[in-house]
């Protein structure tokens, strides 16, 4: 049976950023099937009780620090949080859908988390979203009409009542099986799991 | 002028159990002085608005497992949560800072922490604090009739209210200078931070 590796992400979550330029290579390191699954934190945050990162003002302030300090330990060219942050993810979610629908996904997320968190662009704003969806090949016109379907308005609400429902608090959330990771910083249990499974 | 490694932590904290089998590694391999700073995680919390872990019961759950994930991967012989978990930790925090005048907060803090966590002994009851002293060498009577006195409940308030002052909202939390680390889980990023001091 092939291993599979479920990726529980939003492309408000600037961890689920730092997790996507991650997931990848520890799927192809151990061979696992990567199912990228956006689903809405917001929702999860409300359905668990569990604080979003800015409520805790001390919190606030120590994430932009530290969001920094992966970006450096990542290599990565840059990390800003984008002035609408935080970001309104609720149709950037459904693209994410649309996205997997035509086999884009993976591409569709490396490019809306550039936008979001490299540029600072609005991901809640139509035009971006047009803008990334055509970048990575699909048509924005009919992206952006196709999530005001309710079949993709449900699939965002079943990604988000499965993950609560799995014990999920967070993102980025990974699980291997019924095994479940919390955190961009939990890779390395992820990985191991995936090589036991 | 030396580099110091600010380590606070609470014996309630069983993440800050992890990190006292690692921070004195760190401290080592960079040639840091380590200054173990006990602090009152409670007060914390409360004073930041932060959850307590427990809170958020998905979380509670996922913590429990995240537990064992790292005892596996630091190579621990164990951890268990001790019946009486969430401790009240307020008097072990105290023999703690007695330890400490006594040049002996390392010992007395591995001893607190497998008390605690690995044979689920209630640091709250003053017998086991006695029996944790003891075995540490330090006089039981007179470390349990020292944490009465206002100058040690002074200096545990001191170090609790520091810690809030400069950011803190949960343990382990670690500082080199003004840098601040959040997590057993960022010491890769303190142990970056003392080779670059």
């Given at each position: 049976m092939a291993k599979t590796l479920e990726f529980f992400f939003d492309y408000a979550s600037p961890y689920s950023y730092l997790a996507c330029n991650q997931v990848e290579a520890v799927a192809q390191r151990t061979g696992a099937e990567l199912r990228w699954r956006p689903f809405l934190l917001g929702a999860v945050f409300k359905a668990t009780g569990n604080?979003?990162?800015?409520?805790?003002p001390q919190k606030g302030v120590y994430i932009a620090k530290d969001l920094q300090d992966w970006v450096r330990y990542l290599k990565l060219p840059t990390l800003v949080l984008p002035?609408?942050?935080?970001?309104?993810?609720l149709k950037a979610n459904r693209v994410g859908l649309v996205a997997a629908e035509q086999g884009k996904v993976a591409a569709f997320s490396h490019a809306a988390y550039r936008a979001a968190f490299?540029?600072?662009?609005?991901?809640?704003?139509p035009k971006v979203l047009a803008e990334v969806a055509r970048a990575v090949g699909l048509d924005p016109n009919k992206t952006l009409a196709h999530i005001e379907n309710q079949e993709i308005k449900d699939a965002l609400r079943r990604n988000t009542e499965e993950a609560v429902a799995r014990g999920?608090?967070?993102?980025?959330t990974f699980f291997v099986g019924d095994n479940m990771f919390f955190g961009n910083d939990r890779l390395m249990f992820v990985e191991q799991a995936l090589r036991e499974a």
């Open positions: 604080h979003t990162p800015t409520q805790v002035e609408s942050f935080p970001i309104n993810s490299a540029e600072g662009k609005d991901l809640s704003d999920v608090f967070g993102a980025p």
